[in-house]
């Protein structure tokens, strides 16, 4: 049974429409920022904006917010920076960086160990089944109950599931 799956391997087709015809651009840049410029420059910078010249696919601007000191160092390494990027998306895409000053980039989630899921009690497995039984489908109803499962299995037990 497969278990959750990335969100953002589906992160262009969700977020094209909501973010514009550069959107995807953006949004994928934004899924592969930390193996783009290194874990190093991810942990003091994060993009803000990618915002291209008016009718044109390239040679955008990138606006990063930037933490404390660490603009001197992103500066020095603008070319190396431009060339990873463009690099990435195989053509020239950005053509400059603007910075910003802005608070620490924070450790992303997946930096995190994961909790450890609890057992769920034999109530809780009951109730969840119960819940996704008239879900006609079988791979939805799979899929809910794996999600009911991921859920309540970190939630504190507290006599019967949330509803």
């Known amino acids: 049974m497969p278990g959750p799956r990335p969100i953002g391997r589906h992160l262009n087709a969700i977020a094209g429409k909501a973010l514009g015809p550069h959107g995807p651009a953006f949004a994928t840049l934004l899924a592969e920022w930390d193996a783009i410029v290194g874990p190093r420059l991810a942990s003091v910078a994060l993009p803000l904006k990618l915002q291209f010249p008016k009718g ?30 463009n690099g990435f998306f195989g053509f020239r895409a950005v053509a400059r960086l603007k910075l910003t000053q802005a608070p620490p980039a924070t450790k992303r989630r997946r930096d995190r160990p994961a909790p450890t899921p609890r057992r769920l009690s034999a109530g809780e497995s009951a109730a969840l089944e119960s819940q996704t039984a008239a879900v006609e489908s079988g791979d939805l109803r799979e899929a809910l109950a794996s999600l009911g499962r991921a859920i309540l299995a970190t939630e504190k037990p507290t006599g019967s599931p949330k509803r």
């Open 56 to 85: 044109r696919q390239e040679d955008a601007v990138l606006h990063l917010g930037v933490s404390g000191p660490a603009a001197l160092f992103i500066q020095h390494e603008e070319p190396q920076i431009l060339q990873r990027l």
